[in-house]
């Protein structure tokens, strides 16, 4: 068997599954149908000698289009609500035709993100669009929700995305699956609000730094907002976490302690965001969806219990989207992670990101000084006069140990 017979079964197989995965998806038998008679359209419509081939430089999968329906049904996405670092942009192409096809369309917003297909908002209108091959396959860092894309409407056709607009700032963190590649979380944002809870899951300041560098890597400013408050007991426990969040406060990161389930602290949360795109992210279980819930009832979006067992939460969001909510802010919910790696940070990017740490470094002897065990080290005499919180030099360390050798 030759190698372009094992090329067309392969990708006939991957049709037929991506083709089986969107029929499971159907909730009713007239979208079973509806798949059906769209599936056996297109496939009349492509020539026999590109069956089981792309037909041109765009995709689409049967399976796409429910799978949007369901990500923007009243429990997810409120569409009709609507009126620097750029980061991997996957496979290049030539400046010029990104020029070109960028002054050619339309300018839209990415709402949400399939494989094949994006749901934009352009001229206060929602509506599907087909993505370019390269897009598709790099979606995880060519395209983003919060991205602004050039959109082609040809008559009687499909929208399709031509290319994406620079970005003014994003969120990434590494790709699960590869470490040494960004997987982009949300793009053009202008605050990144970093949602925990005082317990369950617990208040831990290394994740709270991790989710700092990660903002600030991107050009966008961080906001700290501690929910729960409710389940402390008392005020020798609120005590307590105004303490671990005093040294984030001293370097200018502001943040609110909300009750989401009271509604305590959440006129000082809308105050911050008032006006402002801002992206959602936090672990599982710290209750994102229920600080959306709480910001605007009419969400009505999942709410997830944590498990008593480990204390960690359960997904309720399953992919980025963006909402809009009163007073002109737009927000981006992300799902929960319970692990947030720091992408291609090295011991410089690291310092970076402590600048209380930075600036007393300027006065260690070596300049490529770890402030681990050398000698005349600047920022370990400040530690040892207590001029540096050793909790912010604690956290430096923990990360430096963390970055690949």
């Known amino acids: 068997m030759n190698e372009d017979t094992d090329w067309k079964r392969s990708t006939k197989h991957q049709t037929v599954r991506r083709h089986l995965a969107g029929m499971s998806k159907a909730k009713t038998l007239e979208d079973t149908k509806r798949l059906k008679e769209k599936a056996k ?89 087909l993505l370019a091959v390269e897009l598709a396959s790099d979606r995880g860092t060519s395209l983003a929700v919060g991205d602004l894309v050039a959109l082609d409407r040809p008559p009687g056709g499909p929208a399709r995305i031509l290319a994406v607009h620079p970005r003014r700032s994003s969120l990434s963190r590494a790709d699960p699956g590869n470490a040494h590649r960004e997987r982009v979380i949300a793009a053009n944002v202008d605050v990144a609000v970093v949602v925990l809870s005082v317990k369950a899951p617990p208040l831990k300041p290394g994740l709270i730094d991790r989710f700092l560098i990660a903002v600030e890597r991107g050009g966008v400013r961080p906001f700290l907002c501690i929910n729960k408050l409710d389940l402390l007991e008392d005020d020798r426990e609120l005590r307590a976490v105004e303490r671990l969040l005093e040294p984030y406060r001293a370097i200018g990161v502001g943040y609110a302690l909300v009750s989401a389930a009271t509604g305590a602290g959440l006129d000082d949360l809308r105050r911050a965001l008032a006006g402002r795109t801002v992206v959602f992210v936090g672990h599982s279980g710290v209750g994102k969806s229920s600080l959306l819930n709480a910001l605007d009832p009419d969400g009505a979006r999942h709410v997830g219990a944590v498990r008593a067992s480990d204390g960690k939460g359960r997904h309720t969001t399953t992919a980025s989207m963006l909402y809009e909510l009163p007073a002109g802010t737009r927000v981006i919910d992300t799902p929960g992670v319970r692990q947030f790696g720091l992408w291609e940070l090295d011991q410089a990017g690291l310092l970076a990101a402590f600048p209380e740490l930075e600036a007393i470094a300027a006065a260690c002897r070596f300049t490529d000084c770890a402030h681990l065990s050398e000698p005349a080290c600047a920022v370990r005499a400040a530690v040892d006069r207590g001029s540096l919180p050793r909790s912010r030099y604690d956290a430096y360390l923990r990360l430096l140990k963390a970055l690949p050798s």
């Open 41 to 129: 359209a297109r496939r009349a419509a492509i020539p026999k000698r590109n069956r089981g081939r792309a037909a041109d430089a765009w995709l689409e999968d049967e399976g796409d289009e429910l799978q949007l329906e369901r990500m923007t049904s009243s429990s997810d996405l409120l569409p009709t609500r609507a009126a620097n670092d750029q980061g991997s942009r996957g496979p290049e192409r030539e400046p010029e035709a990104d020029g070109e096809m960028l002054a050619q369309g339309a300018e839209a917003l990415v709402l949400s993100v399939a494989r094949t297909r994006a749901r934009v908002l352009v001229d206060g209108e929602t509506l599907d669009a």
